[in-house]
């Protein structure tokens, strides 16, 4: 059971190029979350999947794309990468419960953008 | 909306010390309440939760009660070992119109804990 994985850990894109971060979990969790961490701000959320083919947006989705082709793995994309995207990406899966879920969280992917 | 706000930090203590970080939050309805922390080079992994008024959370000598009265959830643990420096997040979650809950954490406290 290796919980919640991210591929790749660590990145360097120069600005305008594209890259797609893995998220993958074998919990068989219902919901997933793409966030990212800046120093002083916290984790702040960029999209969320409720399912299979589905997502929505979080708190800061401009510039980035999901999917959830399958119910195990969150991609996220770059189309054209900024150095305002400098961050670190952490992935994230939950179950459904009554309240107060718990999230299990990846280890995360570093990018830094040039 | 809902905001979470946590003491700013580096916080410095020596080991056996006592140890206290702030957390108060604003939010909409009846949120639950998280501690998170982030040891070094590592993801978040929960320390303890509490979904309702007056609940405490307790784990590995760490505890936090949910104060509705004040809209706070300060952790706290009676003697800091080495092994306790990390960052910590204060965090709430309230249910979105999908039925998952959304996680808004605050800005995360250092800690670091001398011999």
């Known amino acids: 059971n290796a919980g919640v994985t991210q591929t790749p850990k660590f990145r360097v894109l120069k600005t305008g190029q594209s890259m797609t971060l893995l998220c993958a979990q074998d919990?068989?969790?219902?919901?997933m979350y793409w966030y990212r961490q800046d120093p002083g701000m916290g984790l702040r959320l960029i999209h969320y999947?409720?399912?299979?083919?589905?997502?929505a947006k979080g708190e800061v989705p401009d510039g980035y794309n999901v999917s959830r082709l399958k119910k195990q793995n969150f991609l996220l994309g770059l189309e054209s990468a900024a150095p305002s995207q400098t961050s670190v990406y952490f992935c994230a899966s939950s179950y459904v419960l009554s309240g107060g879920e718990t999230q299990y969280f990846g280890p995360g992917t570093r990018l830094l953008v040039l | 909306g809902n905001s979470v706000t946590q003491m700013e930090g580096p916080v410095t203590l020596s080991e056996e010390a006592f140890l206290t970080i702030n957390c108060t939050y604003t939010?909409?309805?009846?949120?639950?309440l998280f501690w998170y922390v982030q040891y070094p080079g590592e993801g978040l992994q929960l320390l303890l939760k509490a979904t309702k008024a007056d609940d405490k959370g307790s784990n590995k000598g760490f505890e936090a009660t949910y104060r509705k009265e004040t809209t706070s959830f300060h952790l706290e643990k009676g003697s800091v070992q080495v092994s306790d420096s990390a960052v910590y997040f204060c965090?709430?979650?309230?249910?979105?119109?999908?039925?998952?809950?959304?996680?808004?954490f605050g800005t995360g406290t250092r800690l670091t804990i001398i011999p």
């Open positions: 999947s409720v399912g299979e083919g589905t997502t």
């Open positions: 919990m068989n969790h219902e919901y």
């Open positions: 965090a709430l979650s309230v249910r979105s119109n999908f039925g998952n809950e959304k996680l808004t």
């Open positions: 939010a909409t309805g009846y949120p639950s």
